[in-house]
T-cell receptor, first 110, second 115 residues
């Protein structure tokens, strides 16, 4: 069983929709939770990171962590075609090694 | 500010050869991480270097090795290449190992093809 499981997708939504991307994990030692966005043929780009359970908002993006359920989510409001990319969740015990989900490919249609 | 740079962009090798991939971190960053992203698979952690030392290693055979230089740039070496080593190799850097290893910034990657 993988330490991090990510909803596989792919996901296709109309412009303006609210998008929910989700990951579950099994290692209770994970302390930091990150979301990356990866465009085709590019390296991942750090979107947000959170430490504790709760919500963290940055513009149209909201990261949610529920440590009791070992579940994290990324919400994208008012989705735009430019949001079309693969989204990766990642977690770390702060030992330098980040464990990534396999990614969810999102397409936002105009 | 320049981001993480990697070279070469593409590398084609034959089975059994050795490959060397290079990474320059963001200025001021001391930690460098290497990941493998094979087609259809997620990022797999390879190696973490900080202050010139190997700090952590993923579940890869010893033919995957590397080093970090005094200027914090890094090199990944893959010996005795196998077809399954074909992948995008990503380098990331962070400010230091104690407080920001979760805040990693990635380069564009080196695409290695083994024929």
């Amino acid at each position: 069983q993988k330490e991090v499981e990510q909803d596989p997708g792919p996901l296709s939504v109309p412009e303006g929709a609210i998008v929910s991307l989700n990951c579950t994990y099994s290692n209770s030692a994970f302390q930091y939770f990150m979301w990356y966005r990866q465009y085709s043929r590019k390296g991942p780009e750090l979107l947000m990171y959170t430490y504790s359970s709760g919500n963290k908002e940055d513009g149209r993006f909201t990261a949610q962590v529920d440590k009791s359920s070992k579940y994290i989510s990324l919400f994208i409001r008012d989705s735009q075609p430019s949001d079309s990319a693969t989204y990766l969740c990642a977690m770390t015990t702060n030992a330098g090694k980040s464990t990534f989900g396999d990614g969810t490919t999102l397409t936002v249609k105009p | 500010e320049a981001g993480v740079t990697q070279s070469p962009t593409h590398l084609i090798k034959t089975r059994g050869q050795q490959a060397t991939l290079r990474c320059s971190p963001i200025s001021g960053h001391t930690s460098v991480y290497w990941y493998q992203q094979a087609l259809g698979l997620g990022l797999q952690f390879l190696l973490w270097y900080d202050e010139g030392e190997e700090r952590n290693r993923g579940n890869f055979p010893p033919r995957f090795s590397g080093r970090q230089f005094p200027n914090y740039s890094s090199e990944l070496n893959v010996n005795a290449l196998e077809l399954e080593d074909s992948a995008l190799y990503l380098c990331a850097s962070s400010f230091d190992r104690d407080s920001t290893s979760y805040e990693q910034y990635f380069g564009p990657g080196t695409r290695l093809t083994v024929t």
